[in-house]
């Protein structure tokens, strides 16, 4: 059995893994893209319980994923926005759901990631099967598929 870290191993993999590497953290950096940004509208979005998203976004501030910005006073409140590494985040994540789409949606996509610019759908290079341009998380719309 593994241990719980992957302290004693000397890969990329692995130490990414410590930072991104459960169900909780994943779906709070997809639902970044998404546009979520406040604890209430996470957890709503999400399902998760109080302590567990707020131990998940405080992680990925702390390992600068996302920023906190202040958008109330008297009580402070604050919005979850993702860092520019967190927005490197973005091939991982579409890597992730195409190879989900291709092997666990057996009724199809249930979203589909099209191109802003033609409405091509994004490949597995990333770029969009239409046009070939090179698609970023700022290029792209994503759209109810059959699976959905």
């Known amino acids: ?19 991104v590497g459960d169900r909780w953290t994943l779906l709070v950096i997809r639902s970044a893209f998404e546009g979520v940004r406040r604890f209430d509208d996470y ?6 319980a109080r302590n567990v998203l707020t131990d998940r976004l405080a992680r990925l501030c702390d390992e600068g ?3 906190r910005h202040r958008y109330q006073e008297r009580p402070d409140r604050y919005e979850y926005r ?5 927005v490197e ?3 991982v994540m579409m890597s992730l759901l195409l190879w989900g789409d ?7 996509p249930p979203v589909l990631i099209t191109h802003r610019g033609c409405g091509g759908r994004l490949t597995t290079a990333l770029t969009c ?7 970023g998380p700022a290029d792209i719309d994503p759209l ?5």
């Not at 993702?82 to 967190?86: T, V």
């Not at 291709?102 to 199809?108: D, L």
């Not at 109810?144 to 959905?148: K, R, W, Y």
């Open 144 to 148: 109810p598929g059959p699976g959905a």
């Open 1 to 19: 059995m593994l241990p719980r870290t992957y302290d004693s191993q000397n890969c990329s993999v692995a130490r990414a893994l410590e930072v």
């Open 43 to 48: 957890q709503e979005h999400l399902g998760v």
């Open 82 to 86: 993702l860092s520019r590494k967190g």
């Open 102 to 108: 291709g092997h666990y949606a057996e009724e199809g």
């Open 89 to 91: 985040l973005w091939p």
């Open 65 to 67: 994923i996302l920023r």
């Open 129 to 135: 099967g239409t046009c070939s341009a090179s698609l």
